[in-house]
């Protein structure tokens, strides 16, 4: 279950006291009602403390749960563009910040949210931060580390250097966005890094595919042959492209309906149609990537290799 994104907050009520009780009680009832174990945060996204009140109210093993959350490598939030990290010193001692808030005293996956690490921004270099993730994981305050949004150079950068490789990378990705860059999600396959893909059901949200998609036939035509929705088909090629789906939504009965995906399997064929049809739309809805090539191509090279 994320947390990350608008519509997780944005349709509650306006008063945050009362936003943050919805944004909890959601969570709980993802865990209790609808079966999630992953709870997925971010510094930036300032729903630690709800996730971590979620973990204390929904009675269950901490052991049961995974939680995620991501180190703020570099986004601006009110400005909505790459910015100064909010931890300078870098992800050893943001990550202390993030147990507090969560009231944890591990977690069982922490990421580097972006790879923008620039002179002009950041008081450390990648490698610099990569060492100090690698300290939490020595010394057990997070069991696993990743990234997101890396492309292939920033992976290969990590992987140079590091003594406990990367084991997720968080990348947007769905069938009209098959690879966030190029070769992303081959790449992560060989090195043995697991793929999680966030904004997995754009293809079929009206308004990101505002004019409808060619996959829109084909879909119909599948959920009518499996009887399944349309969420549950396509967070259902997602997993058997081998990318664990990251999604959320504002309604607990919707989160249920998403678990459906477990219950049936997509055959070889239907499944290759899938991923063909997709392979001849793009849209990348976080373009954190592809808005920084027109905003910031020109004066910092350094998010340059993201771009490719
Ligand atoms: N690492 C990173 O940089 C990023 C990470 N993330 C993480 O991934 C999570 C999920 O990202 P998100 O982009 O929301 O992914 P999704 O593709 O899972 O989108 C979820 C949205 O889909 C809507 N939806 C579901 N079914 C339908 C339907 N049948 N028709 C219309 N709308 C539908 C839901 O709406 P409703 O609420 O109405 O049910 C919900 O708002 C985030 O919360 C965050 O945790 C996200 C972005 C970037
Ligand atoms: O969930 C998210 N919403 C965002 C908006 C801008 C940049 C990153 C993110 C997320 O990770």
Redesign the pocket.
Known sequence: ?????S??RK?FTTKEKDANEELTQLLVDSVTYAGFTHL???EI?TTEPEVGNAVKRCDVDRSKLWITS?YNSGWDVPGGKPGKPTVPSGPYEALQKSLEKLSLSYLDLY?I??PFFSPENAEITLEEAWKQMERLVEEGKVRNIGV??FNVSKLEEVLKIAKIKPQVN???Y?LYLQNQTPGIVKFCKEKDILV?A?????P????KIKEGGPLDPLIDELTAKYRV???QLI?RWVYQSGVV???????KE??K??TGMTSFEIEEDDFNKLSEVGSTFNFA??S?IKNLELKFLTHMDSFLPIMK
Do not use: C, W
């Open positions: 279950m994320g947390t990350g994104t519509h997780a349709k997925d945060t971010a996204y991501k990421l949210h972006f997101s949004n968080q990348i947007e769905n999680e966030y904004s997995p059901l754009t079929i949200i009206p308004s929705t349309k969420s967070l789906a990251v999604t959320t939504s504002s309604s919707r989160l309906e998403y809805g976080f954190v």
